[in-house]
């Protein structure tokens, strides 16, 4: 599954499946919780982001570790607002909340796996 990545050991492909869970989790649960307190489409991205991204900055710091989403090429946040979006897409049309939310957890978890697998980064602007 992640053969010619930087995961190579049993215990990083283990963290990386758990990270990549946590990550779209916390993303549409953001999303969920904004959109119940009655926000706007903006706020609730936000939101949904906030909440994803700090969750796993958290993690690391405190496993002292760089967050990943401060490090160079990382699609972090790319992924957490794909997420986040999608199910306010779902939302939108009319889809119920739960095949919204078990949506867009799909999405999250499968484009970080996809990320981590092909090596998907950002370039640096010049």
Not at 56 to 67: D, E
């Amino acid at each position: 599954m992640f053969r010619g990545t930087s995961v190579t050991t049993v215990g990083q492909r283990a963290l990386a499946l758990v990270d990549a869970t946590a990550l779209a989790v916390f993303a549409v649960a953001g999303a969920i919780r904004a959109l119940d307190s009655g926000l706007v489409y903006s706020p609730v991205l936000l939101l949904g982001c906030v909440t994803a991204i700090g969750g796993g900055a958290l993690r690391n710091v405190l496993g002292g570790r760089t967050p990943r989403v401060v490090e160079r090429g990382e699609l972090y946040a790319i992924v957490v607002l794909a997420a986040a979006a999608a199910f306010l897409v779902c939302n939108a049309t009319g889809i119920s909340r739960t095949l919204a939310a078990s949506l867009d957890f799909g999405i999250g978890f499968v484009f970080q796996l996809l990320a981590l697998r092909f090596r998907w980064g950002t370039e640096a602007f010049s």
